[in-house]
């Protein structure tokens, strides 16, 4: 689900919750814009005076809930309900009294007593009448503010024409800041970016001519007319399918496109309150949760058509932050993009990879516009936030002199300012809101006002802007600010008595605590558990402060004095610095984050789990050596040396000679050559996928990767296989399209200092007790990177990217392996027509991910004893075909996928055994994560005389004829072992081929070895 509105498009595929200890805490659903929380520690006060104060959270919880559930109720229904609610409520009060007793009710429901504590006006249930009746109305409240709301995306014309899909001139006024959409992988293809900013439809033309004044929020998707996609055609004609992806990178992350010099520069310029005139094409929302009647889908030519300037209250804050990105020119790249998002959340020069590491440790809530911003800003004022409410507080405030009341003013003015420079929009003020809460206290001197305060910003924010009430990060950012503020002072008094220094107890008890509540939520999105968050935090945290101070100061001078700017933006980036190495080296360990299931029962089963693991916490911390061994354990989940990984989990198997890596829909083939060294075939679609199946199988060393095609599902994930590694050379196929990806491998590979080459017809190359051989393309196809290169395979019939496909026989302990890439059955004819001389193989790399189109002829052939399908789980091409699956088996060939059965192993057995162990697939909503779930058991089976033991791989047949295996049921996890031996090739569960065809296939099985050499590759490439 892609939720839309208050100047944030967010993908709960990117939903993380993370903290700055001993301060605040900020998160979002797409782990980028979130509220600001509570001070971490003990409060101003140092401890808790007397029990929590309660009364408003049922209010607050009333109308949050009664929000979410009006905002996808029809109007009537809402207005009916919202009428018994307080038609109840009424006849609450009534029963309590309050319209007889007047003052005294109200006295006796705070906990006083009327009549002298002996009226019947200070009873218990009279306060709980007056608390239920307060519940009704907050609810009712909610629930009307959430059909207004609602209402506002049915009214006028806008919604009708949207369903049409009609082509109207509209008038928008922008309400959120344009950032560019994150390219999604869709098949063979990447989508192209695309500018995205939400804005308010006032004056719309239909195609009639008909003009209409209206006041609906719509989502503007902008795609230049003839720019050229990733893949070099017309983006135009994808626009619709780069907003359908939903994967819009908050503020903009930063794309091929950017690196080219920007998408769109005068778009990207525009300013919330800007009025523009555009002619695009309608479109319904794409989720009905969706705060915007329509999508409008603009094909720029030029320039945005202004109507109105913005306010000067928006070009101040445009001007602030244009000169912030300017003192940042000249820092280093990861600087340059850090710094802005850490002082006013615009990340709009970040990386993918920077982005994705601070996701996976839980670092994204530092780039988001939240109260961490605002906390350090005041920490500048009130110091320390334990002294802001005692004589000895530090900061400016006191050497200014100003009382405490006087503080909270100041701090005021501060926020206010803040609201400014990061947009007042419906995120911004949330985190303002939260971050109000520490002055809350400072000014009233009571620690105990911080829950009523937190529950009062919940009720009101909730009722100016309901859609809250539907936002994970909202859910996030509440969940971690209650923790601060209840768990954490009494997890860090605990730590303090066990000799724990107080400021370092204050920093781990506020980072546990918040990363303790909000986990099951994370589950429920991301399905994963992160295991690197609090020490990442606890690491970025030295450097979180300075940077935004420094930040803040640049940003302050930056109108008046840009040298002075710059030279604050450097000192600034050494910090920043730091932040990225922290979050880049905690990406990189193996065990930085775990599958975990995903949806409400995953998280329900989290938030158990915790529960457990605090209440023998407690015990632990008794037990020093307890404490230590636990400790050690987590080291090692975290670090998974190889050699433990293989012992506890049986991931990798030993004697491993190829994986086919879990990539989601895609190939990603790894072959071992040595001690950490591998020969890489395709990276996948996606970086981090590829990047954690290599960590889990230590390679560090890939003398050649190999790219068989240029098509998006096979070369995106090239970074991430680059990451950390030694990459010796890239070898790629002759024919250089898509040319704009071709292009992105050519970049990736210079910004790595690796070089490119090309497949030659018939080379042969050896890396250790590795071999193979080059077998199709049979001739080069082109020149490198033409300007347009030529149609491939003429007088061939063969045609596309898929036909270029590298195809490549491979030897290895003993066992062949034929590996075709995608080609199509045009080139997979011309392949056996091209090498007569090739026979039965052991293993198969079945071509274009299992789909209906294959050669019989060249399967007859192959007869293979294992086929290997590397496809994604849900994909929407139906890959693999079931025809395809049933021509293999029929073959006698055991079929493994990747979609149900999750990296596959291929290993050399004893005397012709060969044996695949199968990983066992994440939980859905892991994605292409990468990899399978580790920490499961093995199961063996063998097959022999045409037979499999009965449960070989998980029992029974299912209607796909696929082992073990319900259409679905999730698939179980763990690595399972599955045995072949070289006679039995029979069909899963019944008798094979008749002996003669046995013996022939037996003596397929062995091609002869290269009679030569011709370049071979040492170790050391």
């Not at 990442?536 to 008046?560: D, K, M």
Request: hydrophobic letters at 45%; one cysteine or more.
């Amino acid at each position: 689900m892609t939720t839309v509105g208050g100047g944030e498009v967010s993908a709960p595929g990117h939903s993380d919750a993370a903290l700055v200890p001993g301060g605040v805490v900020g998160d979002a659903a797409d782990g980028r814009d979130g509220p600001a929380d509570g001070p971490a520690d003990g409060g101003v006060g140092g401890h808790e005076e007397g029990p929590a104060d309660l009364r408003l959270v049922g209010p607050a919880l009333a109308a949050w809930a009664a929000a979410a559930v009006g905002l996808g109720a029809p109007g009537a229904a809402v207005a009916v309900g919202s009428a018994v609610a307080v038609g109840l409520a009424v006849l609450v009060l009534w029963r309590a009294g309050v319209f007889r007793g007047g003052l005294a009710v109200v006295r006796a429901a705070e906990g006083g007593h009327a009549d002298g504590g002996r009226g019947r006006w200070g009873s218990r249930s009279t306060g709980a009448l007056v608390a239920l009746a307060a519940v009704l109305l907050c609810a009712a409240a909610g629930a009307a503010s959430a059909g207004l709301h609602a209402a506002d995306l049915r009214r006028g014309p806008l919604p009708t024409w949207a369903q049409r899909y009609a082509r109207l001139t509209v008038e928008l006024e922008v309400t959120g800041d344009p950032r560019i959409s994150r390219p999604k992988v869709r098949g063979s293809q990447r989508t192209p970016p695309a500018l995205v900013f939400t804005a308010d439809a006032v004056r719309v033309t239909a195609p009639d001519g008909t003009v209409t004044d209206v006041s609906t929020p719509v989502l503007a998707v902008v795609q230049p007319r003839r720019a050229g996609g990733a893949d070099g055609t017309d983006e135009t004609a994808k626009a619709g399918e780069t907003a359908k992806t939903g994967e819009v990178a908050e503020a903009g992350t930063a794309s091929e496109a950017e690196r080219r010099g920007g998408l769109l520069p005068e778009w990207r310029e525009l300013l919330p309150s800007t009025r523009i005139r555009v002619v695009a094409r309608a479109a319904p929302p794409w989720t009905a949760a969706d705060r915007v009647a329509a999508v409008l889908r603009v094909s720029a030519e030029g320039p945005p058509a202004v109507v109105a300037p913005p306010s000067a209250l928006q070009r101040l804050a445009g001007s602030l932050r244009a000169g912030l990105r300017e003192a940042t020119e000249g820092l280093t790249p990861d600087a340059r993009a850090l710094l802005p998002g850490l002082v006013v959340g615009d990340t709009s020069r970040l990386p993918q990879d920077l982005d994705d590491a601070f996701s996976t440790t839980d670092l994204t809530h530092l780039l988001a516009v939240s109260g961490s911003n605002l906390t350090i800003v005041l920490a500048v004022l009130i110091g320390p936030p334990h002294l802001a409410a005692r004589a000895e507080r530090r900061g400016l405030a006191r050497r200014l002199g100003l009382s405490l009341r006087g503080t909270a003013l100041v701090g005021g003015v501060l926020a206010l300012g803040f609201v400014v420079v990061c947009r007042p929009d419906p995120s911004v003020l949330r985190a303002a809101a939260c971050g109000l809460i520490t002055l809350v206290a400072i000014g009233t001197g009571r620690r105990r006002s911080l829950l009523p305060a937190l529950a009062a910003a919940v009720l009101l924010l909730v009722l100016y802007d309901p859609w809250l009430a539907r936002r994970y990060g909202f859910l996030l950012s509440v969940l971690a600010t209650g923790a601060l503020l209840l768990l954490a002072p009494r997890w860090s008094a605990a730590l303090r008595r066990r000799r724990v220094p107080p400021r370092l107890a204050e920093v781990i008890a506020a980072a546990a605590a918040a990363q303790a509540v909000c986990a099951p939520v994370i589950a429920v999105l991301a399905a994963r558990v992160g295991l690197v968050g609090v020490p990442c935090n606890l690491l970025a945290e030295l450097a979180v402060g300075p940077a935004t101070v420094l930040g803040f100061a640049a940003l302050a001078a930056a109108p008046a004095a840009m040298p002075v700017a710059k030279a604050l933006a450097w000192c600034a980036g050494w910090p920043v610095e730091w932040i990225a190495k922290v979050a880049r080296t905690g990406a990189e360990l193996p065990g930085a984050e775990v599958g975990w299931p995903g949806g409400w029962l995953g998280g329900l089963s989290l938030a158990a789990a915790t529960v457990v693991l605090l209440a023998a916490g407690r015990r632990l911390l008794r037990r020093r050596w307890l404490c230590v061994l636990c400790a050690l354990a987590l080291v090692l989940a975290v670090c998974r040396p190889v050699p433990l990984a293989r012992v506890l989990t049986g991931w990798p198997p030993p004697g491993w000679r190829m994986v086919a890596c879990d990539v989601g829909q895609g190939d990603g083939l790894v072959l071992a050559a040595g001690d950490g060294a591998a020969l890489v075939v395709d990276t996948g679609p996606e970086p981090r996928a590829i990047d954690r199946c290599l960590t889990g199988l230590g390679i560090h060393r890939i003398p050649l990767l190999i790219l068989t095609h240029f098509h998006a599902d096979h070369v995106d994930g090239l970074p991430g296989a680059l990451r950390g590694r030694s990459v010796g050379a890239i070898e790629t196929t002759t024919l250089p399209e898509p040319f704009g990806q071709a292009k992105f491998v050519h970049g990736v590979a210079a910004r790595a200092g690796v070089p490119v080459l090309r497949a030659a017809p018939g080379e042969r190359r050896h890396l250790g007790d590795l071999s193979w051989e080059v077998l199709w393309p049979d001739a080069p196809y082109g020149p490198d990177l033409p300007d347009s290169a030529a149609a491939p395979g003429e007088g061939r019939g063969l045609s596309g990217p898929n036909d270029a496909s590298v195809a490549l026989l491979v030897r290895s302990g003993g066992l062949s392996l034929l590996l075709l890439g995608d080609l199509e059955p045009p080139a997979q004819q011309a392949l056996l027509a091209a090498h007569p001389e090739l026979a039965g193989v052991d293993v198969l790399k079945v071509a274009h991910h299992g789909s209906a189109y294959q050669d019989p002829q060249l399967m007859q052939r192959l007869s293979p004893r294992l086929a290997v399908i590397s496809c994604g789980a849900g994909n929407p091409y139906g890959h693999p075909a079931a025809r395809t699956i049933a021509a293999l088996r029929a073959g006698g060939a055991l079929v493994l996928r990747t979609d149900t059965e999750g990296a596959v192993a291929v290993v050399g057995g004893r005397a012709g055994e060969l044996s695949a162990v199968v990983a066992g697939r994440r939980s859905r909503g892991g994605g292409a994560g990468g990899g399978g779930r580790d920490g499961s058991v093995r199961r063996r089976c063998r097959r022999r005389r045409g037979r499999v033991g009965a449960g070989a791989v998980g029992g029974g047949v299912d209607s796909d004829g696929e082992p073990g295996r319900r259409p679905g049921k999730r698939p179980e996890h763990g690595a399972r072992t599955v045995t072949l031996q070289v006679g039995g090739l029979g069909g899963l569960g019944g008798r094979g081929p008749p002996r003669k065809k046995r013996r022939a296939a037996r003596k397929r099985a062995s091609p002869s070895e290269p009679k030569q050499v011709q370049g071979s590759m040492s170790k050391q490439a």
